[in-house]
């Protein structure tokens, strides 16, 4: 056998290696997926039916949910836009807090800056859901129980500490020449943050904006914590509702789901680039 | 990004004249400084050192300690914990790092693929967790339909068996995590230096070869730093076990993050739920200063 | 940013003028009240709610803010709320007699109402009246925590065309304890034998929400263990008739389990997913702590009235009737509430006995009504056309009933909370104890908590 096939054998193997690796990946990947789809296209009696396809293919459910027209969606778009308020104010707060600190931190050289770093590190290792009885409590203090304030509050806690990493990462790259020139033409620091740091980190306030947005559009235990009213819960509360009920209107529950979930697979999309990118800014060094 | 898109490039021009060019005051720059300092310095003690400060207090009463270890849910949910925390981070990040080197393969069948591979992670959790447990259903589920249709016989009892639950929230957690690690570790091999493989190759150094001699040495601190954090994050993993197995059957699938909140808020002991919450901090410490030290390195930053 | 601080200026300002002029606050009835109301199984339920609080908004001239949540939640951020003490005004939770007020009115966390059931007391069925006497630690005695709004005791469901597939009729399902139970476990041997994937037995063991409890307690009372709290709250699990008796229950609950006669998932089910298995044919008779099976079957006649048979729970083994445990659905109003005047003024509307008929009948008779008058005066409660609602009235409200024992002490919440009987079953079903071993376990857990509830 010479090389040359036997280097032609081992390409082809590896090529079938790659198409069984990816038709496993592609059935893993969709199946929960796809049941989401199943459930949501069929009809609300067919909930329990023993089929593996949808028996009644109805974009019923999807109607229904568009038009609020089921007892247990009736206030939908409402939380939806509750949910959207919550992720955009995320979205823009930590931004706005992860920017001024890293600026601090790594433009203005301040000596307390491991300070900073440090309690951002130790946010950043706290697992979420552990304070959850405490902050209960607290938000009461600060009277903000049913107010999606106190939902904004503990996601941008939550979000600030990687937002303040990734930017620091990230802000390295820019030279410090830049500052040191408009320093000597006399710019103040907030000219110096708002005329070149921002600009230049662009990218990584896309990603970050984007990863905020995400971790908000997830959250469950501290939305239904802390929100009650109707007109103040998140959807994933909303559809927390759907699982007591005497019926099973789970077609409902997944179309309202679904559309849920169109929104970050839209931003993750369009963003992905620099979202991969930006998130992994720092890999391994060297 | 509405920062930037209001800022014109003209705006960048220095408007100052050189006149003011002596050094500026220190104490206006540290004034500056403490002003950009303050919002997080606002958030940290409003809402992490209030919060873990009272949480600590809350947690402080002997006698809840007392009333968590006499209860036989807690050394289960314990095991629970370890369990999950061992099998569902180290599988996971096996598999995004094998799965990292298939996606560094050139072409466009694998962009399409790293496409549709990251829908877990884009599609919100709440309805993906209710999803698999539906899907897990032993009586209508989509699975044990498809086991149905395929051998007419029915398939195991997903969500009803101790051992199946735990595996299902284990299954549920690595599909919806999968997908970012493997991102970060895709990041990782591209910083590797091509010429290193190339070099390798024309030595006839084999695909596993370099694998352990090139990969795996460069990756390690990286992959390491990622096992930590992602330990950490799982521990505090409450959606992946509520929506999936709910704590069943017979409350033996509960980790400590969701019997905290089923003490403090189903049994209304909110002691107890932060006592059992802090159960967890033997584990968390060690798991904390390890990774501060590693970080501090400075050869991984995240 | 300066639209804000105008904003602040101009009300800073406007308090200091109305400082200045003393203009009195305004009438405290016109304060909204704050109500959370448990959602009901499915929409009547809530519309029924919902419109009672828009008619005594209209009446009264206070802004109600309802706001309607699933049973389970609700509950937990009820303990939540009163842990912080920022609460709603009132309360309505379906399982709070179980769950929430019998160790929230220990801990003094709730307002007391003997005020508001005294304005209806001549009309409260008995039952109902000691089912809302609570137990107060800090002011060591009992006195009336809830107001009754509504009640069930356990009902049982059966699939009539499946009785009749499996060669038997309505007057084939006998009568007393371990002879009606058995009866279903033929009934399933012989629908598989004609090649359905069906289970004769539908109950809940799950460890979770208040179905398993109900059922659990329900035979414990049939075995003779109905003494198991004294009303004067001591424990009497000592007693060798109530611990046979929790033993029998175990057992007759757990071997059908173990034998394949019910679904496997019981042991993970929440309080609908019996509802859900039986509109799927999955099972032939389900016991249910309401008739809510049979009514949200109403738009379907052939259902109602021809397909599902609802009965109370069998008699004794002896053939005596079987006392049925009545679960009331209380209002509350925890301390802290900003609105009580306002509260206890809806709440006195709410209970006028025509109020309460309407509001009952609206929901569609899910729940029995707490008063007798209603039942005599509307002949609603006892239609003979109707094959459910009469059997309900008569097992709840006519024949001999008692409270649940946290009415006793509070310490029987706890052991609901924590599910120790549910937890029990699946320690025989699970890790393969006996059920005596099972039994002891759960006697030394229980023993466990009326320790931290001492009543003087």
């Given at each position: 056998?010479?090389?040359?096939?036997r280097?032609?054998?081992?390409?082809r193997?590896?090529?079938?290696g790659?198409?069984?690796?990816s038709?496993?990946?592609?059935?893993w990947?969709i199946?929960?997926?796809?049941?989401?789809?199943?459930?949501?296209?069929?009809?609300?009696?067919?909930?329990?039916?023993?089929?593996v396809?949808?028996?009644?293919?109805?974009?019923?459910?999807?109607?229904?949910?568009?038009?609020e027209?089921?007892?247990?969606?009736?206030?939908?778009?409402?939380q939806?836009a509750?949910?959207?308020?919550i992720?955009?104010?995320?979205?823009?707060?930590?931004?706005?807090?992860?920017t001024?600190?890293?600026?601090t931190?790594?433009?203005?050289?301040?000596?307390q800056?491991?300070?900073?770093?440090?309690a951002a590190?130790?946010?950043y290792m706290?697992?979420?859901?552990?304070?959850?009885?405490?902050?209960?409590?607290?938000?009461g203090?600060?009277g903000?129980?049913?107010?999606p304030?106190?939902?904004?509050?503990?996601?941008?806690?939550f979000?600030?500490?990687?937002a303040?990493?990734?930017?620091?990462?990230?802000?390295?790259?820019?030279?410090?020449?830049?500052?040191?020139a408009?320093?000597?033409?006399?710019?103040?620091?907030?000219q110096?943050?708002?005329?070149i740091?921002?600009?230049?980190?662009?990218?990584?306030?896309v990603?970050?904006?984007t990863?905020?947005?995400?971790?908000?559009?997830?959250e469950?235990?501290?939305?239904?914590?802390?929100?009650?009213?109707d007109?103040n819960i998140?959807?994933?509360?909303?559809?927390?509702?759907?699982?007591?009920?005497?019926?099973?209107?789970?077609?409902?529950?997944?179309?309202?789901?679904?559309?849920?979930?169109?929104p970050?697979m839209?931003?993750?999309y369009?963003?992905?680039?620099?979202?991969?990118?930006?998130?992994?800014m720092?890999?391994?060094?060297? | 990004m509405?920062l930037?898109?209001?800022?014109?490039?003209?705006?960048?021009?220095?408007?100052?004249?050189?006149?003011?060019?002596?050094?500026?005051?220190?104490?206006?720059?540290?004034?500056?400084?403490?002003?950009?300092?303050?919002?997080?310095?606002?958030v940290?003690?409003?809402?992490?050192?209030?919060?873990?400060?009272y949480?600590?207090?809350?947690?402080?009463?002997?006698?809840s300690?007392?009333?968590?270890?006499a209860?036989?849910?807690?050394?289960s949910?314990?095991?629970?914990?370890?369990?999950?925390?061992?099998v569902a981070?180290?599988?996971?990040?096996?598999l995004?790092?094998?799965l990292?080197?298939?996606?560094?393969?050139?072409?466009?069948?694998?962009?399409?693929?790293?496409?549709?591979?990251?829908l877990?992670w884009?599609?919100?959790?709440?309805?993906?967790?209710?999803?698999?447990?539906?899907?897990?259903n032993?009586?209508?589920?989509?699975?044990?339909?498809a086991?149905?249709?395929?051998?007419?016989?029915?398939?195991?009892?997903?969500?009803?068996?101790s051992?199946?639950?735990?595996?299902?929230?284990?299954?549920?957690?690595?599909?919806?995590?999968?997908?970012?690690?493997?991102?970060?570790?895709?990041?990782?091999?591209?910083?590797i230096?091509?010429?290193?493989?190339?070099?390798?190759?024309?030595?006839?150094?084999?695909?596993?070869?370099?694998?352990?001699?090139?990969?795996?040495?460069?990756?390690?601190?990286?992959?390491?730093?990622?096992?930590l954090?992602?330990?950490?994050?799982a521990?505090?993993?409450?959606?992946?076990?509520?929506?999936?197995s709910?704590?069943?059957?017979?409350?033996?699938?509960h980790?400590?993050?969701?019997?905290?909140?089923?003490?403090?808020?189903?049994?209304g002991?909110?002691?107890?739920?932060?006592a059992?919450?802090?159960?967890?901090?033997?584990?968390?410490i060690?798991?904390?200063?390890?990774?501060?030290?590693q970080?501090k390195?400075?050869?991984?930053?995240? | 940013?300066?639209?804000?601080?105008r904003?602040?200026?101009?009300?800073?300002?406007?308090?200091?003028?109305?400082?200045a002029?003393?203009?009195?606050?305004p009438?405290?009835?016109?304060?909204?009240?704050?109500?959370?109301?448990?959602q009901?199984?499915?929409?009547?339920?809530?519309?029924a709610?919902?419109?009672?609080?828009?008619?005594?908004?209209?009446?009264?001239?206070?802004k109600v803010?309802?706001t309607?949540?699933?049973?389970?939640?609700?509950?937990s951020?009820?303990?939540?709320a009163?842990?912080?003490?920022d609460v709603?005004d009132?309360?309505?939770?379906?399982?709070?007699?179980?769950?929430?007020?019998?160790?929230?009115?220990?801990?003094?966390k709730?307002?007391?109402?003997?005020d508001?059931?005294?304005?209806q007391?001549?009309?409260?069925?008995?039952t109902?009246?000691?089912?809302?006497?609570?137990?107060?630690?800090?002011?060591?005695?009992?006195?009336?925590?809830?107001?009754?709004i509504?009640?069930?005791?356990?009902?049982?469901?059966v699939?009539r065309?499946?009785i009749?597939?499996a060669?038997?009729s309505?007057?084939?399902?006998?009568?007393?304890?371990?002879?009606y139970?058995?009866?279903?476990q033929v009934?399933?041997?012989?629908l598989?034998g004609?090649?359905?994937?069906?289970?004769?037995?539908?109950?809940?063991?799950?460890?979770k929400?208040?179905d398993?409890?109900?059922?659990?307690?329900?035979?414990?009372?049939?075995?003779g263990?109905a003494?198991?709290?004294?009303?004067?709250?001591?424990?009497?699990?000592?007693?060798?008739?109530?611990?046979?008796?929790?033993?029998?229950?175990?057992?007759?609950?757990?071997?059908?389990?173990?034998?394949?006669?019910?679904?496997?998932?019981?042991?993970?089910?929440?309080d609908?997913?019996?509802?859900?298995?039986?509109?799927?044919k999955?099972?032939?008779m389900?016991?249910?702590?309401?008739?809510?099976?049979?009514v949200?079957?109403?738009?379907?006649?052939?259902?109602y009235?021809?397909?599902?048979?609802t009965?109370?729970?069998?008699?004794?083994?002896?053939?005596?009737?079987?006392?049925g445990?009545?679960?009331?659905?209380?209002?509350?109003i925890?301390?802290g509430?900003?609105?009580?005047?306002?509260a206890?003024?809806?709440?006195?509307?709410?209970?006028?006995?025509?109020?309460?008929?309407?509001?009952?009948k609206?929901?569609?008779?899910?729940?029995?009504?707490?008063?007798?008058?209603?039942?005599?005066n509307?002949?609603?409660?006892?239609?003979?056309a109707?094959?459910?609602?009469?059997?309900?009235?008569?097992?709840?409200?006519?024949r001999?009933?008692?409270p649940?024992?946290?009415?006793?002490?509070?310490?029987?919440?706890?052991?609901?909370?924590?599910?120790?009987?549910?937890?029990?079953?699946?320690?025989i079903?699970?890790?393969?104890?006996t059920?005596?071993?099972?039994t002891e376990?759960?006697?030394?857990r229980?023993?466990?908590?009326?320790?931290?509830?001492?009543?003087?």
């Amino acid at each position: 056998m010479s090389a040359g096939s036997r280097a032609r054998a081992d390409r082809r193997l590896v090529d079938a290696g790659v198409a069984v690796i990816s038709a496993v990946l592609i059935v893993w990947t969709i199946v929960p997926l796809y049941n989401m789809v199943r459930v949501s296209l069929q009809d609300k009696d067919d909930v329990f039916s023993s089929s593996v396809f949808p028996t009644t293919s109805t974009l019923k459910a999807f109607q229904t949910a568009f038009h609020e027209s089921y007892w247990l969606l009736a206030n939908f778009w409402g939380q939806m836009a509750t949910s959207f308020y919550i992720g955009i104010t995320v979205a823009f707060l930590t931004l706005a807090i992860g920017t001024l600190t890293s600026f601090t931190i790594s433009r203005m050289r301040i000596r307390q800056g491991w300070m900073l770093t440090n309690a951002a590190l130790l946010t950043y290792m706290i697992p979420m859901s552990f304070l959850a009885i405490p902050f209960y409590s607290i938000m009461g203090k600060y009277g903000l129980t049913d107010n999606p304030l106190a939902v904004i509050a503990v996601e941008v806690t939550f979000a600030t500490p990687y937002a303040i990493f990734i930017f620091k990462q990230y802000g390295a790259s820019i030279p410090h020449e830049l500052d040191e020139a408009a320093r000597i033409d006399g710019a103040s620091p907030p000219q110096i943050f708002f005329r070149i740091y921002l600009p230049l980190m662009a990218p990584a306030l896309v990603a970050i904006g984007t990863y905020a947005l995400l971790l908000s559009w997830n959250e469950y235990l501290y939305a239904f914590l802390l929100l009650s009213s109707d007109s103040n819960i998140t959807v994933p509360v909303g559809l927390g509702k759907f699982l007591n009920s005497d019926e099973a209107p789970w077609n409902y529950l997944m179309a309202a789901a679904i559309i849920y979930a169109l929104p970050p697979m839209a931003i993750y999309y369009t963003f992905r680039r620099k979202m991969n990118s930006g998130l992994t800014m720092g890999g391994v060094k060297g | 990004m509405a920062l930037t898109t209001t800022i014109d490039n003209a705006a960048l021009t220095p408007v100052v004249s050189r006149r003011t060019r002596r050094p500026r005051l220190a104490g206006a720059d540290r004034l500056w400084a403490l002003a950009f300092a303050t919002p997080y310095a606002a958030v940290f003690f409003a809402f992490v050192l209030y919060p873990v400060g009272y949480g600590l207090w809350l947690g402080s009463d002997p006698a809840s300690y007392l009333q968590l270890f006499a209860d036989p849910v807690f050394p289960s949910a314990i095991v629970n914990t370890l369990i999950y925390l061992l099998v569902a981070v180290n599988l996971k990040l096996v598999l995004a790092l094998l799965l990292s080197g298939l996606f560094m393969r050139k072409g466009r069948w694998m962009k399409t693929l790293l496409l549709l591979f990251i829908l877990p992670w884009a599609v919100p959790g709440i309805p993906s967790f209710i999803s698999i447990h539906w899907m897990l259903n032993s009586q209508w589920g989509l699975i044990n339909n498809a086991i149905w249709e395929l051998f007419q016989t029915d398939g195991p009892p997903w969500l009803d068996n101790s051992t199946l639950a735990l595996s299902s929230v284990i299954y549920a957690h690595i599909w919806k995590w999968l997908p970012f690690w493997t991102i970060i570790f895709l990041a990782g091999r591209m910083a590797i230096p091509r010429d290193l493989y190339e070099a390798a190759e024309v030595d006839g150094a084999s695909r596993i070869s370099r694998f352990i001699h090139i990969t795996f040495p460069l990756m390690a601190s990286l992959y390491f730093v990622c096992t930590l954090l992602s330990t950490i994050w799982a521990l505090g993993d409450f959606n992946s076990v509520r929506f999936v197995s709910g704590g069943g059957p017979a409350l033996s699938t509960h980790v400590l993050a969701t019997l905290g909140i089923r003490n403090a808020f189903e049994l209304g002991n909110p002691a107890l739920g932060m006592a059992t919450v802090l159960s967890a901090l033997p584990l968390l410490i060690p798991l904390v200063i390890l990774l501060m030290r590693q970080l501090k390195k400075g050869e991984v930053e995240l | 940013m300066t639209r804000l601080s105008r904003r602040h200026t101009i009300a800073g300002m406007s308090a200091l003028t109305a400082a200045a002029t003393f203009k009195p606050r305004p009438a405290k009835a016109a304060e909204p009240v704050t109500v959370w109301w448990t959602q009901g199984y499915y929409e009547a339920e809530n519309q029924a709610v919902t419109d009672a609080m828009k008619a005594w908004e209209k009446t009264s001239g206070t802004k109600v803010n309802l706001t309607i949540m699933n049973g389970p939640d609700l509950i937990s951020k009820m303990i939540a709320a009163m842990q912080v003490g920022d609460v709603p005004d009132l309360v309505h939770a379906v399982t709070g007699d179980r769950f929430l007020v019998p160790r929230a009115a220990w801990d003094d966390k709730l307002v007391d109402l003997s005020d508001v059931v005294d304005t209806q007391k001549n009309e409260f069925h008995k039952t109902a009246l000691d089912s809302s006497r609570f137990y107060n630690q800090a002011l060591k005695k009992y006195s009336y925590y809830t107001v009754p709004i509504k009640c069930s005791t356990l009902m049982e469901e059966v699939w009539r065309p499946l009785i009749e597939d499996a060669g038997f009729s309505d007057n084939d399902i006998p009568k007393t304890q371990d002879a009606y139970f058995d009866f279903f476990q033929v009934v399933q041997d012989r629908l598989r034998g004609n090649g359905k994937r069906i289970y004769g037995l539908g109950y809940s063991m799950a460890t979770k929400e208040a179905d398993s409890g109900t059922l659990f307690h329900s035979f414990l009372v049939a075995y003779g263990g109905a003494g198991i709290v004294a009303p004067n709250g001591k424990l009497d699990i000592d007693d060798p008739a109530v611990r046979k008796a929790a033993m029998t229950a175990l057992d007759r609950l757990t071997g059908p389990y173990k034998k394949g006669y019910v679904p496997p998932g019981a042991i993970n089910w929440g309080d609908v997913d019996n509802n859900n298995a039986f509109f799927a044919k999955q099972i032939v008779m389900t016991p249910n702590a309401t008739i809510s099976i049979a009514v949200a079957q109403m738009e379907k006649p052939d259902q109602y009235y021809k397909q599902v048979i609802t009965q109370g729970i069998p008699n004794g083994n002896d053939g005596k009737p079987v006392l049925g445990i009545v679960s009331v659905s209380p209002c509350l109003i925890p301390k802290g509430a900003k609105n009580i005047d306002g509260a206890k003024e809806l709440l006195k509307a709410f209970i006028q006995p025509d109020n309460l008929n309407k509001y009952l009948k609206e929901t569609r008779g899910r729940f029995l009504p707490v008063m007798m008058s209603n039942v005599k005066n509307d002949p609603y409660w006892q239609d003979p056309a109707d094959p459910h609602r009469p059997v309900a009235v008569d097992f709840g409200l006519i024949r001999p009933t008692m409270p649940w024992w946290m009415a006793y002490n509070p310490a029987y919440s706890a052991v609901l909370s924590e599910q120790i009987w549910a937890q029990a079953e699946a320690n025989i079903t699970q890790k393969n104890m006996t059920p005596e071993q099972a039994t002891e376990e759960a006697v030394s857990r229980i023993k466990a908590i009326f320790e931290r509830f001492q009543i003087a």
